[in-house]
């Protein structure tokens, strides 16, 4: 079961106006949604096909109660067909468009809309766009396709003059900066760097805290298993947040005390090979006291000081208890 699909917050607007257009019966047969990278077209693409089949639609789209809604969040409405680019090339073949256009034609099952989501519609390859030009031209009744695009240019003129185009821009900053404050520390800068697109800041910060841990484990290991000096080690983490460093290295040491009692330690592979390759290097209770120190620096002063300070002292102290 996925849940329903929340509109984007800086899209609200654009929602609330489509809907307003439906309820006045005069949605057009296509649309193309189109804006930058991680604007939110998928997610606004899927509220809206969401709200269109829901039985009992508002402004806010989709009710999340009804039957349409319940056979939406299980996968299993018979008036929604959704495609989207597959396989290596990433492109959209023209047999799932050939499918589509014979799916489309077919009359509402549940007397309300049909609608179609084609995801990167840019992806289409050169066929698949020419077989769904027909469908562009004749929809069945009630029926209403959703292309999204980055790049429209990409698209075939004869496609993109049979929608109607509608660009999702940032139409709502401070609603997006509330939403990024729930998962950023600095959402104003990560928006501003990701060129005002909030999922293009998401997959940042997430690519960002792939590569601080593979840092942090490497940092780990060279510590604890005596390769390099501390003060080659503490500099690989200097560009590295001090707080993040300590956090990770004090919920690490637990997990070493962990494993030296046979317990389960339930984190990521990579983490558990780094644990497994140390954990005998301090006994349970040496373990404890770095895990203290590591606390007590974490909840000081001393995170406003350069990480690489803060941490050659801690290191120099680790490696002389793991000189046995
Ligand atoms: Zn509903």
Redesign the pocket.
């Given at each position: 079961m996925a849940p329903l699909t929340p509109c984007p917050p800086w899209l609200l607007k654009d929602g609330a106006a489509l809907m307003a257009r439906a309820a006045r019966d005069q949605l057009p047969h296509a649309l193309l949604l189109s804006g930058i990278d991680g604007i939110g077209k998928r997610r606004f693409a899927r509220w809206l096909a969401e709200a269109l089949l829901?039985?009992?639609?508002s402004e806010a789209g989709?009710?999340?109660?009804?039957d349409?809604?319940h056979q939406l969040t299980a996968g299993s409405h018979p008036d929604f067909l959704m495609l989207a680019p597959e396989g290596a090339s990433a492109v959209i073949k023209v047999d799932a468009v050939r499918e589509l256009t014979e799916w489309i034609q077919l009359t509402a099952g549940q007397g309300s809309y049909r609608v179609a989501l084609l995801e990167q519609a840019d992806s289409l390859n050169h066929s698949a766009a020419n077989s769904l030009l027909k469908t562009l031209e004749e929809p069945g009744a009630q029926a209403v396709l959703i292309l999204t695009a980055t790049r429209t240019g990409a698209l075939p003129a004869t496609i993109r003059s049979r929608c109607q185009k509608i660009t999702l821009g940032m139409h709502d900053r401070a609603a997006a900066i509330v939403w990024l404050a729930e998962m950023l520390d600095d959402p104003e800068t990560a928006l501003l760097d990701a060129g005002g697109a909030p999922y293009a800041a998401m997959t940042r910060r997430d690519e960002e805290h792939v590569a601080a841990r593979t840092l942090l484990l490497q940092a780990w290991n060279d510590l604890f298993l005596h390769k390099g000096s501390v003060g080659r080690i503490s500099t690989s983490l200097s560009r590295l947040d001090t707080a993040l460093c300590l956090s990770t290295f004090s919920r690490w040491t637990l997990l070493a005390v962990r494993q030296l009692e046979n317990l389960p330690i339930g984190a990521d592979p990579a983490v558990v090979t780094a644990i497994s390759a140390t954990h005998e290097q301090l006994e349970k209770e040496q373990w404890f006291t770095v895990h203290d120190r590591l606390l007590q620096l974490h909840r000081s002063d001393s995170t406003s000081f350069k990480t690489q300070t803060v941490l050659e002292g801690i290191f120099a102290d680790i490696r002389l208890m793991t000189n046995r």
């Open positions: 829901c039985r009992r639609r989709a009710c999340g109660g009804c349409a809604c």
